[in-house]
Nanobody
Framework: QVQLVESGGGLVQAGGSLRLSCAAS????????MGWFRQAPGKERQFVAT????????YYADSVKGRFTISRDNAKNTVYLQMNSLKPEDTAVYYC????????????????????WGQGTQVTVSS
C-alpha cells in the first residue's frame, strides 16, 4: 500500500507557473505508474498526465500538452507536475494517483486504473 500527499498548489495569474509535488510513502515507489488528474467544480475528474514506473515514458491530455511536464524521482519517492503558461481553465483540484504495475511501457489514462489517491491540492488561475 502507498500513501500520497500532494503539495505546491496555490493562486497564480494566467501565464504563470506552478510545480506540484506528490510524495509517496513506502519502499516500492518505483513499481508504481503515477498519474495526475484534476477536477473542477461541477465537472468530472479529468486525466492530466501519466508517467511510467521508470520515468522513461510520459503521456499527456491534449489540453495540457506542451505546457505541463510530469516527472519523477524514484530515489525521493516523488512525482512532479510542472505547469507553465497556466490558463484560467486549468483551475481545479489536482490529484496524484498510483497504480502498481509490472510493466515499464504501458500508459494509464483513466482514473479507474489507479488504486491509490492523494487528498488533492487546489490550483487557481486568475485571468
Amino acid at each position: 500500500q502507498v500513501q500520497l500527499v500532494e503539495s505546491g498548489g496555490g493562486l497564480v495569474q494566467a501565464g504563470g507557473s506552478l510545480r506540484l509535488s506528490c510524495a509517496a510513502s513506502g519502499r516500492t515507489f518505483s513499481s508504481y505508474a503515477m498519474g495526475w488528474f484534476r477536477q473542477a467544480p461541477g465537472k468530472e475528474r479529468q486525466f492530466v498526465a501519466t508517467i511510467t514506473r521508470s520515468g522513461g515514458g510520459t503521456y499527456y491530455a491534449d489540453s495540457v500538452k506542451g505546457r505541463f511536464t510530469i516527472s519523477r524521482d524514484n530515489a525521493k519517492n516523488t512525482v512532479y507536475l510542472q505547469m507553465n503558461s497556466l490558463k484560467p481553465e486549468d483551475t481545479a483540484v489536482y490529484y496524484c494517483a498510483a497504480r502498481p504495475t509490472p510493466y515499464y511501457t504501458v500508459y494509464h489514462a483513466t482514473d479507474n486504473e489507479y488504486d491509490y489517491w492523494g487528498q488533492g491540492t487546489q490550483v487557481t488561475v486568475s485571468s
